[in-house]
């Protein structure tokens, strides 16, 4: 992890930096697709000073700049620093989203879809239903 110490922080915009790489250092540290209050959280930490609204602008940056994903859930966005191609699991019951890297236990006919007059760019797909500790719990 980067160490305020370690960067000049004589503009505004090198400040920025600094916060930018501090949360992506959070997201990338971490499997459990955070939301952004858990990442404030932690960033607090390490900049006493940062605010939720600092979070939330850097996110969108980095999202911008495709190092960082959103995985839109119906309550809040989740974030994972895994850019590339996968699909995601969430539990109904805990809530916990994993990782799914197995991209070959769905096969798309994109020749349905452009016969219908669409092209397909991208696709993602969240798995839902009840992970393997809640089932082990009884849940």
Same mark, same amino acid.
């Given at each position: 992890m =980067?160490?305020?110490s370690e960067i000049g922080l004589a503009t505004?915009?090198?400040r920025r930096s600094f916060h930018r790489e501090i949360i992506y250092d959070i997201i990338s540290s971490t499997d459990i697709?955070?939301?952004?209050e858990w990442i404030y959280e932690r960033a607090k930490k390490v900049i006493p000073t940062i605010s939720l609204g600092t979070v939330y602008r !850097?996110? !969108?940056i980095l999202k911008e700049e495709g190092r960082i994903i959103e995985i839109v859930d119906e309550k809040e966005g989740r974030f994972d620093a895994k850019t590339y191609k996968h699909y995601h699991f969430k539990c109904k019951i805990c809530g916990n989203i994993y990782d799914i890297e197995n991209l070959? =236990? =769905?096969?798309i006919d994109k020749s349905y879809f452009e016969k219908r007059g669409f092209? =397909?760019?991208d696709c993602d797909i969240v798995f839902n239903?009840?992970?393997n500790y809640c089932l082990m719990e009884g849940n």
């Amino acid at each position: 992890m =980067i160490k305020k110490s370690e960067i000049g922080l004589a503009t505004k915009k090198l400040r920025r930096s600094f916060h930018r790489e501090i949360i992506y250092d959070i997201i990338s540290s971490t499997d459990i697709h955070p939301t952004a209050e858990w990442i404030y959280e932690r960033a607090k930490k390490v900049i006493p000073t940062i605010s939720l609204g600092t979070v939330y602008r !850097n996110l !969108n940056i980095l999202k911008e700049e495709g190092r960082i994903i959103e995985i839109v859930d119906e309550k809040e966005g989740r974030f994972d620093a895994k850019t590339y191609k996968h699909y995601h699991f969430k539990c109904k019951i805990c809530g916990n989203i994993y990782d799914i890297e197995n991209l070959d =236990i =769905i096969k798309i006919d994109k020749s349905y879809f452009e016969k219908r007059g669409f092209a =397909i760019e991208d696709c993602d797909i969240v798995f839902n239903g009840v992970c393997n500790y809640c089932l082990m719990e009884g849940n």
